[in-house]
């Protein structure tokens, strides 16, 4: 019996960010390490001092066999994003070692990996240059990206001119076309409409079935049963568990540590006190379905079922939202009530905020949710997380991104 090769070798990974003044480290393209390696020579972050330590990733070590699809989930924040940037040599480890065999090829972030000023055509090149291939390797496999992508029409135009539909169709046909013996994917794949998303599983299943290494980031526990052989668990950027995707998936969910779409309270274990009971909390769409992503143009609806246990109280229901973790706003059913006289008698309600479209920007965003009662509160902590997609290539700046009326 042969045992097959690693592809990819994690021994004692970890990444450490330092958090405070100046501290805070997101992620960076290549031009962004040039500037501040240059203007680091010139100066020194006083503000060391007090910075505290955050361990994205702590003693991970794993194995991914040459030709497998290998799975990688847990909570947002967890470090899956990170253990991929690691990979891909995005970002530098703090401790441990990775050893490859092979190209890589990587698709991250929708925005990333191309340059907005240059066109489909030469974005093609770029990046197949940067992958390693000669432009022999990447004339041939031009035209099959090309009509994968579907974007003939535009291929001489700045991409920056590209929808995000358009943008991130070029983007995974690069990544799955190119002669690369690696393949990393993020979630990126959940800005696709779902004629797009299942193209590329499919086009990864067949990648998958010609030898090529594939790991593959995602929410969607369907599809990393469907595409993956075995799975990595991530928790607060430490191993919870390595072993056949099925059997992590089924731990992963019986442990209800799928914090997105929606959380439901038992008896016992809801937050509570004498008066006012929590049920359960969803995120919705437009639809008025269960959904942990969004697009900047599509309003989130935030649900909150809750008991109410006898007449008469003062209840005010709300939520707290953060991005990334910085906290973006407060909103409660009272005061962005017009009347502020909103009245909660004995039994079962649910409240529904509609945060509007073109308001919040791209990244992970968590939310609080928070019931006040006679001057006692009761609060749940961060239960609910959901992703932010740009409609267009570029990330704005900043932690809200409206769109506002201008007047020319």
């Known amino acids: 019996m042969t045992h097959k090769k690693s592809a990819i070798t994690i021994d004692d990974l970890g990444k450490r960010y330092l958090l405070g003044s100046g501290g805070g480290e997101r992620y960076r393209a290549l031009r962004d390490v040039i500037v501040n390696g240059i203007t680091g020579l010139f100066k020194r972050d006083r503000s060391q001092q007090e910075q505290k330590e955050f361990w994205a990733l702590r003693n991970v070590s794993l194995r991914v066999e040459e030709g497998k699809s290998f799975g990688v989930i847990g909570r947002n924040g967890a470090g899956k994003s990170t253990l991929l940037k690691l990979i891909s040599q995005i970002t530098e480890p703090t401790e441990g070692e990775i050893r490859l065999r092979g190209r890589v090829a990587s698709l991250l972030?929708?925005?990333?990996?191309?340059?907005?000023?240059?066109?489909?055509?030469?974005?093609?090149?770029?990046?197949?240059?940067?992958?390693?291939?000669?432009?022999?390797?990447?004339?041939?496999?031009?035209?099959?990206?090309?009509?994968?992508?579907?974007?003939?029409?535009?291929?001489?135009?700045?991409?920056?001119?590209?929808?995000?539909?358009?943008?991130?169709?070029?983007?995974?046909?690069?990544?799955?076309?190119?002669?690369?013996?690696?393949?990393?994917?993020?979630?990126?794949?959940?800005?696709?409409?779902?004629?797009?998303?299942?193209?590329?599983?499919?086009?990864?299943?067949?990648?998958?079935?010609?030898?090529?290494?594939?790991?593959?980031?995602?929410?969607n526990m369907a599809s990393v049963k469907n595409l993956c052989s075995k799975c990595i668990w991530l928790d607060s950027g430490r191993v919870k568990m390595i072993d056949d995707a099925d059997k992590v998936i089924d731990s992963y969910l019986l442990a209800g540590e799928e914090m997105g779409a929606q959380k439901v309270w038992n008896d016992q274990d809801a937050p509570q006190n004498s008066w006012v009971k929590m049920r359960s909390v969803r995120l919705l769409n437009e639809s008025e379905e269960p959904a942990a992503n969004f697009k900047t143009s599509e309003p989130v609806l935030?649900?909150?079922?809750?008991?109410?246990?006898?007449?008469?109280?003062?209840?005010?229901?709300?939520?707290?939202?953060?991005?990334?973790?910085?906290?973006?706003?407060?909103a409660s059913d009272q005061d962005h009530n017009e009347e502020k006289n909103i009245r909660y008698g004995k039994g079962v309600h649910k409240v529904v905020c509609v945060v509007p479209a073109n308001l919040?920007?791209?990244?992970?965003?968590?939310?609080?949710?928070?019931?006040?009662?006679?001057?006692?509160?009761?609060?749940?902590?961060?239960?609910?997380?959901?992703r932010v997609f740009n409609d267009y290539p570029t990330e704005w700046l900043g932690e809200v991104r409206p769109k506002l009326e201008w007047r020319i």
């Open 109 to 219: 972030e929708v925005g990333t990996g191309f340059h907005p000023e240059l066109t489909g055509r030469e974005n093609i090149f770029m990046n197949g240059s940067i992958m390693g291939m000669t432009n022999a390797e990447i004339k041939r496999k031009f035209d099959e990206i090309v009509d994968f992508a579907e974007i003939a029409k535009f291929l001489d135009t700045p991409v920056k001119r590209y929808s995000s539909g358009m943008y991130v169709r070029l983007a995974f046909a690069v990544a799955a076309h190119l002669e690369t013996e690696i393949l990393l994917i993020d979630e990126v794949l959940a800005v696709g409409d779902a004629k797009f998303q299942k193209k590329c599983l499919s086009k990864m299943e067949n990648v998958s079935a010609s030898g090529k290494t594939i790991m593959f980031v995602s929410h």
């Open 302 to 330: 935030i649900e909150l079922v809750f008991e109410v246990a006898d007449d008469g109280n003062r209840i005010v229901t709300g939520y707290h939202m953060f991005r990334r973790g910085t906290f973006l706003f407060s």
């Open 360 to 386: 919040l920007n791209y990244g992970e965003h968590n939310l609080e949710f928070v019931i006040g009662v006679n001057n006692a509160q009761i609060k749940t902590g961060e239960v609910l997380s959901f």
